[in-house]
């Protein structure tokens, strides 16, 4: 069975960093992308990176590009590190999966990547909020 949990959320004022982690089991990170995403009140929910498990390649939407970083430990963990917060980067955030298919290609899992397009396993949301 496919799972995934966010964790790690808090609440910090402006400036400050978190790091959040999602913990998944039921599929190697080598046939994945783990993307994480985030939802603000009254917004639709929107990306913010997502990692291709093959080669190690992570890709950030411009908004929180050079703040945040995502990483994994190649087994079952990807990290999102999150350094000079804003309030506007408050909201829930998701980690998901898109698992490769016998007839993806490397490639294609790659291009899927830079927007972190097909996720289809959602983990439960941690609750990021950043104060003025």
């Known amino acids: 069975e496919v799972q995934l949990q966010a964790s790690g959320g808090g609440s910090v004022q402006v400036g400050g960093s978190l790091r959040l982690s999602c913990t998944f089991s039921g599929f190697t990170f080598d046939d994945s992308n783990i993307g994480w995403f985030r939802q603000a009140p009254g917004k639709e929910r929107e990306p913010v990176s997502c990692i291709n498990g093959k080669v190690g390649k992570a890709y950030y939407s411009d908004y929180v590009l050079g703040r945040f970083t995502s990483a994994s430990d190649a087994r079952n963990t990807v990290y999102l590190q999150m350094n000079n917060l804003k309030p506007e980067d408050t909201g829930v955030y998701y980690c998901?999966?898109?698992?490769?298919?016998?007839?993806?290609?490397?490639?294609?899992?790659?291009?899927?990547?830079?927007?972190?397009?097909?996720?289809?396993?959602w983990g439960k949301g941690t609750q990021v909020t950043v104060s003025s």
């Open positions: 998901a999966a898109r698992l490769a298919l016998p007839s993806d290609s490397p490639l294609e899992m790659e291009v899927a990547g830079v927007r972190c397009t097909g996720v289809r396993y």
